[in-house]
């Protein structure tokens, strides 16, 4: 397997709302990571973990935990969006619940 790489990365600088925002995602052998920032330092870390007990299988419910920071309603809404924007945008990253 030399050659190919075990880890894959992605960087992006964008404006959101008039505040430069950076962002990263790193795939692994069996999972993302995805870290955003608008203060150049992670803060809260959320795991988001498939759990498909709805009968529609091609949607997974995704189960979230706070594993480091603030945790609330929102921080789980916006783990969940994130992760689901990033599953359908990253073309060579592949779900990792596929």
């Given at each position: 397997m030399e050659g190919t790489p075990s880890v894959i990365s992605k960087?992006?600088?964008?404006?959101?709302?008039?505040?430069?925002?950076?962002?990263?995602?790193?795939?692994?052998?069996?999972?993302?990571?995805?870290?955003v920032t608008q203060l150049g330092k992670m803060g809260t870390l959320v795991s988001l973990e498939p759990s498909n007990v709805t009968s529609d299988i091609s949607k997974p419910v995704l189960t979230t935990k706070v594993l480091l920071g603030k945790d609330g309603p929102l921080i789980h809404v916006f783990a969940k969006?994130?992760?689901?924007?990033?599953?359908?945008?990253?073309g060579e990253f592949s779900s990792p619940w596929t």
């Open positions: 960087e992006k600088t964008a404006v959101v709302c008039g505040v430069p925002t950076q962002g990263a995602c790193t795939a692994f052998s069996s999972h993302i990571l995805v870290v969006n994130l992760v689901a924007f990033v599953s359908q945008e990253a």
